[in-house]
């Protein structure tokens, strides 16, 4: 036990003691018992067994105080004993709930939160871990129709028991909220959606929706520097669907301040909170932690003595650990609802694909682009307090300019592999490979519209705002003269020099820049892209209407399922440019595989050969897709690139990946599910 919890612990003894104090005194306790009552805590029977008065009083504070260190240790060893984690099995039977008939292993988890919930009242939290495509939304589908069907808020432990709007609230990321609405329209909740039933996102509860849930109240004295949050008792939410939660572990956000106000109210919402990465961090816990009021060596957890909780655990709970991350598991087991392990029907084959440059031009500018990044890297230092962080942005900038270059060997094998039947998901991280890719799929006889494309658009230039090359040498000349610009010429000339740094990146004439801007026009590659017209481009690939689907990682990193999930779609094909950090690797090899794929799913991470790609990066990731999972615990840098060892390696042929994906340790689903069920019969 560390310091800090020792002190915490002393001094929670002496508060019980000191309030017991001025009970005394003020004669406000008239025995025992009573005093049990308003401290709270049981008093042990060799004092109830004497007279109660103010000397017996002083002999238990004494002991009190003395053995409280003793007293919370024996506690935490009898909850970490009574803390089973429910061993769950795969339903027998399943039901259908409007269009969706729903797994085994997802009837047995909603079985045993329903059972927990309003059964054994055993728990008001459940947090289910389940990974990406194992269909967590559906869970929360099937909760949230039991309690709607049962109109379960017209009960005692419901804050508000009457039939008004929003006893389901349901916060995820702005970009699935619309695909979570469609989910719970297939369950046959449509009608309730924006009445009994509120799906919004995290950033709209911060924002335009949040002042329908509550208020902000400024401390009058100044001292605190964040509002206290004052949950609007008229809304305060049956049901609390949280999904993502462990974006809810910074105090200093709203949104996390919003949610633990919910959680701590007199009567608190049943929550429903999910997350396929919620043990990486030990701080990405705070949510379910807090939410519960888990015990801790005799304290209730809550966002002032979290970090001494997490400080136990591991001595830096920001960073990823797995071993701590276990350590949590064990501490949270009674409210933890994981999904029993069920083999997928189809599994991801995961490759390395090499292949060639179209032009010696554009080896020559990637070697040149790596001799760029080798020198900002030596710049950067490894000592230097910033040095690993500029690093990071060497490497991107680095991979902004190359990623492009693989783009005619990306469409040239796309268009092999839809000749052999298969619709193909390329995963890219930048804007320009994306309409890079789009323009040669066009220019070799695809359609437009057999092409969806899910990012966050690009904003289309102003031309209003753009200035001629006098205009602009016109606004330097007067800042550099100390004349001071005012906002909207600013404004003008960031637009302008945006622009023109456009034009050098892309090595492109005035001309060239005025053409490629009108195709992009044409091709619909401009604007914004709103949570509907990504749902919409969604919906084109998953009905078969588009046949290749170009996705940005950051636009697919949530809820975005794009497997072959009917039998009239041609099954998938991945090709992703290179990425370097643990969780943005999952989330590239997680779209097309999803708990009702229908067919196996082939899988390949694109590397440029005669590169240091090919020499230090593909062997090294080509080792480490057989074991998928260790993989994606690492949370920065999968490859140092000046460092690793050039090595000659024998790639696998497509029958030996074939062969590695029947391992349990090279699927995510494999690994995981084992992994959270692991002791179980």
């Keep these: 036990m560390e310091k800090k919890t020792e002190k915490k612990i002393l001094e929670l003894a002496s508060r019980q003691v000191a309030k017991g104090e001025q009970l005394i005194l003020f004669k406000q306790a008239t025995s025992w018992t009573s005093l049990s009552a308003a401290l709270g805590i049981e008093i042990p029977s060799a004092f109830t067994d004497l007279p109660f008065n103010y000397p017996t009083y002083k002999m238990w504070a004494k002991v009190w105080k003395e053995t409280a260190l003793t007293r919370a240790g024996n506690e935490q060893n009898k909850i970490t004993q009574i803390a089973e984690k429910h061993k769950l099995k795969p339903a027998v039977s399943t039901d259908t709930i409007g269009q969706v008939k729903l797994f085994p292993e997802q009837q047995s988890v909603y079985e045993a939160i329903r059972q927990s919930f309003w059964v054994d009242h055993s728990t008001n939290i459940a947090v289910n871990d389940g990974i990406m495509g194992s269909g967590k939304t559906f869970l929360a589908g099937a909760l949230i129709n039991d309690v709607i069907a049962n109109k379960r808020w017209h009960d005692e432990s419901s804050a508000v028991q009457y039939d008004i709007p929003y006893r389901v609230l349901v916060l995820t990321p702005k970009t699935v909220v619309e695909s979570y609405s469609r989910v719970l329209e297939s369950f046959g909740l449509g009608q309730y959606l924006g009445n009994l039933i509120c799906v919004t996102s995290y950033s709209q509860m911060t924002s335009s929706m949040g002042s329908i849930f509550y208020t902000e109240k400024f401390d009058a004295m100044g001292e605190d520097d964040e509002p206290q949050i004052v949950i609007n008792p008229a809304m305060q939410p049956y049901l609390l669907v949280t999904d993502e939660f462990h974006r809810l572990n910074n105090w200093n956000t709203k949104q996390t301040r919003f949610a633990m106000s919910i959680a701590q109210a007199n009567k608190p919402p049943y929550i429903l909170a999910m997350s396929a ?4 961090k030990v701080n990405d816990s705070r949510f379910v932690v807090c939410a519960s009021r888990r015990k801790y ?3 209730s957890i809550n966002k002032d003595n979290f970090n001494i909780f997490a400080k136990e655990l591991c001595k830096k709970p920001d960073k990823p650990n797995v071993a701590a991350s276990k350590r949590l598991r064990e501490q949270l087991a009674p409210i933890i609802f994981s999904f029993p392990y069920v083999k997928w029907k189809a599994k991801a084959i995961n490759q390395v694909l090499l292949v060639d440059f179209e032009k010696p031009e554009h080896k020559a500018a990637y070697e040149a682009a790596f001799d760029t990044f080798l020198e900002r890297k030596r710049k950067a230092g490894d000592n230097t307090k ?3 962080f500029e690093e990071w942005i060497a490497l991107g900038q680095f991979r902004k300019a190359v990623e492009p270059l693989r783009v005619p060997a990306l469409v040239e094998r796309t268009f092999t592999e839809l000749n052999n039947g298969k619709a193909v ?6 804007r320009k490979t994306v ?4 323009f040669r799929l066009t220019e070799q006889g695809l359609k437009r519209d057999q092409i969806s494309v899910i990012w966050g658009g690009k904003t289309a230039w ?10 602009l040498n016109d606004m330097c000349n007067r800042a550099v003269k100390g004349e001071e610009l005012d906002p909207y010429e600013i404004r003008c000339m960031k637009e302008t020099l945006d622009f023109k740094e456009e034009r050098i990146l892309a090595a492109e004439s005035a001309a060239e820049q005025a053409s490629r801007i009108e195709k992009q026009h044409q091709l619909k590659l401009y604007d914004t892209q709103s949570a509907s017209q990504r749902q919409y481009e969604i919906d084109r690939f998953q009905s078969g209407e588009a046949i290749v689907c170009v996705f940005t990682l950051a636009a697919g990193g949530v809820g975005l399922s794009l497997d072959q999930s009917q ?22 090899l997680g779209r097309t595989i999803r708990r009702a794929t229908l067919e196996d799913v082939y899988q390949y991470m694109v590397y440029m050969k005669g590169t240091v790609e090919e020499y230090r990066v593909a062997p090294a990731i080509d080792t ?3 074991c998928l999972a260790e993989v994606t615990k690492s949370a920065f840098n999968l490859i140092d690139l000046d460092t690793c060892v050039k090595t000659e390696h024998k790639y696998r042929s497509k029958e030996q990946a074939a062969a590695d994906a029947d391992s349990e340790t090279s699927q995510l689903q494999d690994y995981d599910d084992k992994y959270n069920n692991e002791g179980e019969d």
């Excluded at 309409?435 to 789009?438: A, F, K, L, S």
Aim: some cysteine; aromatic content about 12%; glycine content about 10%.
């Design 386 to 388: 910033f040095g690993r």
């Design 435 to 438: 309409i890079d890719t789009v």
């Design 425 to 430: 998901v390329m995963g890219d991280c930048y």
């Design 277 to 280: 990465t919620p043990w990486v």
């Design 297 to 299: 060596f005799g304290m």
């Design 567 to 588: 039998p009239h779609l041609r099954p998938r094909v991945g090709l992703f440019s290179p990425s370097y950090s643990g969780p943005e690797f999952k989330q590239a």
């Design 624 to 626: 480490k897709l057989k």
């Design 462 to 471: 102003n031309k209003k705002l753009l200035l001629s090359d006098d205009e």
